[in-house]
């Protein structure tokens, strides 16, 4: 193994039935780390105690490895690390970064409108609220989320698979939230102290992120934590360019079973779909490593946005 060896990550939420945009994700994370020699870990993204069922979190690892996804670390939990989140919270507080912010989720609807049809900016509502104002608004019983203070510098990344990609956090994410109002810690700040605990090098996951990526590089900035690579790889769509999505359970993988036969039909047909592959016979993860380069997977994705499912 090299000095720096590649460290991957597969992260499922455990809050339904894997897809097939969930496969090719976690395939092209895996074949990106193992064809550089690396490792990959699992952890289990289940900060969102309501939504994440025990079930799912079982049937996610045996979906993973039917399909011939192992791992070589983990699984770890989101769920034992609070205390973790905790001190990276308070790091940011003690820099005065962080602050309440009582707005519901209707005064939010009304006060930002999506901006360059990616996400909300939030409006900066609360930044500057006095302490008597704060006060206040908790007699009337409101309890905060906290967000963290952004500045005005331009972020920006190569991403391997979207290319240059930048945002300017104030003007195109605003102030963004590090903790809910329940207490439970953001999603944001969580795979950041994850992927540095964790040691992961390497991040590859669907373009859905992308706009997300920005907001991750400030806090590990903030944080003193080194930056992985990123790919954000196309998202997989059905008709009218909707998103696969759990919910709706498009092309579970229980239903992959029954239209492809077996987990190594699944893998070469998602992988021929994708440019992963250069055929889309059946084969296992394993055998598709033969073939494939993590320099030249750009080059053989069809389109970096989206690609039908089919
Ligand atoms: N848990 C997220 C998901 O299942 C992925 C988050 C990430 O890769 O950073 O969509």
Known sequence: MSDNPVVGRFAPSPTGRMHAGNIYAALAAWLVAKSQG???VLRIEDLDRERSKAAYINQVQRDFEALGLYWDEGPFF??????????AFDTLKE????????????????????HRGEKPVYPGTCRHLSTAECASREADGRKPAMRLAVDERDISLVDLVQGPYRQNLERDCGDFLVQRSDGAFAYQLAVVVDDAAQGITSVVRGVDLLCSTPQQIYLQELLGLPHPTYAHVPLLVGEKDRRLSKRDKDAALDELLVRFGTPRAIV???AGITGLAASDEPATPEELLK????????????????IPWR
């Open 268 to 270: 070469g047909h998602i």
């Open 38 to 40: 690396g490792r990959i």
């Open 78 to 87: 989101q769920h034992d690390r609070d205390e973790a989140y905790c001190a």
């Open 95 to 114: 820099r005065g970064l962080v602050y309440p912010c009582y707005c519901t989720r209707a005064d939010l609807h009304a006060a930002s409108a999506p």
């Open 291 to 306: 073939d494939f380069s993590a320099k030249k997977f750009r080059a053989r994705i069809p389109d970096a946005v989206q």
